[in-house]
């Protein structure tokens, strides 16, 4: 059996590997990439230059992440493909710590689920070997998540090797809790609040794991003993003080720029929008872009509102349900995504209000959500069903790390997606300019200014790209 594991996990790596090869030789994008790495003097820097990452002197506070940066500019020279490839490695570990913790929480069918964690009792979680019976579902739910185009945003994309780190962090804190949960030993659960307090310095974007563990130990159980409670309070904690700490950076970078998400009321009305939007790309994950339709929401409009009343009927039912399987995955998504889904104001809510990037985590329980539907099929059609999903997604999963990698090839793709995006024109402007086909690059200037005349950094483009042309028309052939 563990001979037969090995194979697998071999087998799916290599799969992984593949299908983002087309992203691996590419450049740092101009998308962020160049303004936290390359053009970031606190990474290029020396010893000062961490200094100047952990005091908070950036948009955003992940020190963690921007450490790691650091650590690969000096290591391999500023070399793009270290950075590209170490954030692939990171996605493979969190595909096979995401294997492991579903191993400890998954039950077999002869496995009792009532086990009391405050006994330490072995049944409550299994460890260093895979239930036999839930080997193959496991391995289909992590290559689900591994292989899903909305992955891309997140692995080939450099700048969000902010996922990555916090993924693996935050699945190994997970790891550790469990441990705590089934020895009763302390050191486990201090290693859990270390990992987690690193998963949120990379990025806050598990924030929502010690509620997500509070559920799943409820779904174990059908309680939640107070000891629980307890264990998990200085985890929450945590949670609440970066939650504040992101949405005080972001607020800040707001006001520089004049952006706003509007009144509440808008904001409530387009998480409805939003929540069915990422539901709707992961399960058909195509014509996916960096930079998506900006949606003019209207509350006085009744139609506007049916899809936060229809989210919240949906809510509703699987409530009533009474089927703690489905309750636990409900919840766990809406703790992810609840960061992302508007209520709360961001600096890219400028270009759009959704992004494939902010999918990654909740990504994992639309993944775990579609393995446990299948749960109770025949094997055989489990094993159909996982082989024709690989055939699907890793030729799109390819195709789409293809577009990451160059900043040419992601922009022209965008274009043809989203032709009503200012920003993505003006990207595609200097794209253009970098590979010194200025003709192209002023007619995308000039569309972008079409699209936003009155946005400062359209009107700058525009008028360094012309200089540009300007300049190559006198210059002697």
Known sequence: MRHHRTILILFLGSLCTLAYLP????????????????????????????????????????????????????????????????????HLIAAGLLAYLLSMWLPGRRRSCR??????????????????????????????????????ASVAWVS??????????????????????????????ILALLLFALSLLAKAAFVGLPLILLVMIWWRLGRVPKREVIRLAPMLALSIVF?????????????????????????????????????????????????????????????????????????????MSRRRGWIVMMLAGLLLLAPIIGLANSSFFRLSYVADHWTYPALMVFAVAVGCALARSPRK???????????????????????????????????????????????????YVDANELPQALIAAEHAAQLAPDEPDVQQTLAAVRRRAEAEDHTPK
């Open 381 to 431: 059609t489990q094993t159909s069903v996982a082989i024709v999903a690989v055939v699907i997604l890793l030729p799109l999963t390819w195709r789409r790390a293809a577009v990451y990698h160059d900043t040419l090839s992601l922009w022209e793709d965008a274009v043809r997606k989203n032709p009503t995006s200012y920003a993505i024109y003006t990207n595609l402007a200097w794209a």
């Open 23 to 90: 992203s691996l030789g590419g450049p740092l994008l101009q998308f962020d990439d160049t303004m936290l790495i390359s053009e970031n003097p606190q990474v290029r820097a020396g010893a000062q230059g961490l200094v100047e990452i952990w005091k908070g002197h950036s948009l955003d506070y992940y020190p963690l992440s921007l450490t790691l940066f650091w650590i690969e500019w000096h290591a391999g020279g500023g070399l793009p493909q270290i950075f590209r490839v170490v954030n692939l490695a990171l």
């Open 243 to 319: 939650s504040i700490t992101a949405i005080w950076f972001q607020a800040r970078h707001v006001a520089q720029i004049g952006n706003d998400a509007g009144p509440i009321l808008i904001r409530v009305v387009r998480a409805g929008w939003a929540a069915w939007f990422y539901l709707w790309k992961m399960i058909a994950p195509i014509r996916l872009t960096p930079i998506y339709p900006r949606w003019r929401v209207d509350p006085t409009n009744p139609l506007h509102w049916l899809p936060l009343i229809a989210l919240i009927a949906v809510i509703a039912a699987i409530l």
């Open 160 to 189: 969000e090797q902010k996922n990555t780190l916090s993924a693996v962090f935050a699945l190994a804190s997970a790891i550790a809790f469990t441990r705590s949960l089934i020895s009763n030993r302390p050191a486990p659960y």
């Open 115 to 152: 086990a009391d964690p405050s006994a330490g009792d072995e049944r409550f979680g299994r460890t260093l070997a895979f239930p036999t019976e839930r080997g193959a579902l496991i391995w289909f739910i992590v290559a689900l998540w591994m292989l899903h185009p909305l992955s891309v």
